[in-house]
Each structure stands twice: as C-alpha cells, then as structure tokens.
C-alpha cells in the first residue's frame, strides 16, 4: 500500500524560501507585539493633510466602535446644514450616537468672522460636554482643526483639554493644516496626500462619496 506522503508534491526550494522568510518574519513580528505592555488607553487620533478621507477614515472608525455596542459622539465644526451620507448611516444607531452640527458652513461661505468664532465656540462646548460624559467611549471632532487653523478658538485651550481628557476616552480629530501643537499632543497622526484627485479633472462633489 503506498503512503499517501509518498504522493505529496515535493517542496520546491522557491517554496522553501518562502517558508523560511515568513517564519522569520513571524518570529520578529510576535516579539514585536510582545514587547507592548499597555493593554488599553484612549487615544488622540488626527487625520490631517490635503487629501480626501480624513473625515471618512474618522466615521469608519466610528463605525467599528458602533459594531462593538460603544455610546459615541460626534460634533461637526465646520460642515453646517450639509446633508450627509454618514449622518444618515449613524443616526440609525439612536441609542448610541449623539450627533451635533454646529457650522455654519465654510468659512468662505459665511464671510463673517464673528459669526464663525461664535458657532465655533459652542461646538467646543458640546465637545467638552460629550468628553465629560462617562458613557462615551470615542468622539469625533469633525473639522476641528479648520476652526483652529483660523484661530476660532484658543489653541492652548483646546489642545489642554484634549490632553487632560479621561484615561479611557478615545477621540477623533479631523481637517486640514493641523496644529504643530495638536500633533504633538496626538497619540497617532496620519496625513492624507493627494496622488490624484477627480476635482481636478472636473468632477463635482458626489452623493454617497464626498458627502
């Protein structure tokens, strides 16, 4: 009778090199985890630069907390009365999702800066307020850093605030131009570049992907 071994294919050496390079791999990777010890801590994450999707990465991440059952909150600081695919998608999750939009709009839409600071300023507050609360576990500050970058609000303030947030809070930041100030702060900075953009090529904001 013969050993179904025996019919096995033999390991060819471009197989065997792969095998070898991932058992490495593995091997650096499982001691990389290893070596971190902090199992939990809430984070202070900003997603900045001129590309598309730092709001977007921001409600994706919003929405795997949601899949876990987490209470969030959101204040938008800048996009005023736009109706958005993501406001729709959260506002399904009622009784875990408190939303506020703040703006008025963009800042070359109002043309009024005390209007601007002052709109600015509220939803500051509604973010402390959401901070403050113990049963949110994640909030996202959409835009914020377009009201710091006009200086609507005191820098020093915000990022104090921030920082001195509670230990388990994990908090979402997003817009153009962050704050040298805010990035040093932040716990994990990712910046969106631009490759290539259809607006350049004429294509006007769509339903259901810019908004």
């Not at 390991?11 to 001691?31: C, L, P, W």
């Not at 202070?44 to 999707?53: E, I, R, S, Y």
Request: no cysteine.
């Amino acid at each position: 009778m013969t050993d179904a071994s025996d019919s096995a294919p033999a390991e060819t050496d471009a197989e065997r090199r792969h095998r070898d390079k991932m058992a490495k791999r593995k091997a650096v990777q499982d001691a990389e985890v290893a070596s971190k010890t902090i199992k939990s801590k809430g984070l202070l994450m900003v997603n900045t630069g001129p590309g598309k999707g730092k709001s977007t990465a921001a409600f994706g991440l919003a929405m795997r907390a949601l899949g876990y059952g987490w209470p969030i909150g959101v204040v938008q600081f800048i996009k005023g009365a736009w109706d958005t695919g993501e406001r729709h998608a959260l506002e399904r999750f009622q009784d875990l999702v408190r939303w506020h939009t703040m703006g008025e709009g963009f800042t070359w839409e109002t043309q009024d800066r005390a209007r601007d600071v002052a709109a600015a300023e509220a939803a500051w507050r509604k973010a402390q307020e959401l901070m403050a609360d113990p049963a949110i576990r994640l909030v996202v500050l959409d835009e914020l850093n377009i009201a710091l970058r006009y200086d609507y609000l005191p820098l020093d303030e915000v990022v104090a605030a921030l920082s001195a947030r509670r230990p388990d809070l994990h908090v979402v930041v997003t817009g153009r131009n962050a704050k040298p100030e805010l990035i040093a702060a932040a716990d994990l900075v990712t910046e969106m570049t631009v490759v290539k953009h259809h607006f350049a090529a004429g294509v006007k904001a769509q339903q259901g992907i810019e908004f």
